[in-house]
């Protein structure tokens, strides 16, 4: 007979992983998946996904942003971001325009109902986020920021 679905998802369980988790990688993206997991429960409400999200702050921050550049900071196929600013444009939360310095290219702004909600949803992710890494000093949370961001740059194409 097979295990029980109480035994299987027991937290008490033997950590089978335990070399897996020697190596940064691996750790990183059970990491990531906890928060990731986290983050899709605090978008919800909003209506939001982590790359919709990502999207809507960036136009935000960035008036005017070509649908280019924005598809090359999020490292998106340039396809897949029309579907996505397809969905911002028909929730009324952005505008596209013809771009005024290439006729060629689009612009994309926030719209008063964009910039609302993206402030909402900001100061939800800023609030998950604080819950999550609320084990963590403020050196800490730096740490793990800067040594993210020197394998970034270490590997940027």
Do not use: W
């Not at 990531?32 to 919709?52: G, V, W």
């Not at 996505?84 to 009324?92: F, S, T, V």
């Amino acid at each position: 007979m097979g295990r029980s679905a109480d035994h299987r998802s027991s937290k008490k369980t033997v950590q089978l992983d335990v070399r897996l988790r020697e190596f940064v990688g691996y750790t990183l993206r059970r990491t990531s998946s906890i928060i990731q997991a986290d983050l899709a429960q605090t978008l919800k409400p909003f209506d939001l996904r982590m790359l919709t999200f990502s999207a809507l702050s960036l136009i935000i921050n960035n008036p005017g942003l070509r649908q280019s550049q924005l598809a090359d900071a999020m490292d998106v196929e340039h396809p897949n971001m029309v579907s996505l600013i397809d969905d911002l444009e028909a929730r009324n939360l952005i505008t596209r325009e013809r771009s005024t310095s290439d006729r060629r290219a689009y612009a994309v702004c926030g719209t008063e109902a964009g910039k609302r909600l993206y402030e909402a949803a900001h100061k939800a992710v800023a609030d998950h986020e604080n819950r999550l890494l609320a084990g963590l000093n403020d050196d800490q949370r730096q740490q793990i920021l800067g040594a993210m961001e020197m394998i970034q740059t270490a590997y940027k194409i």
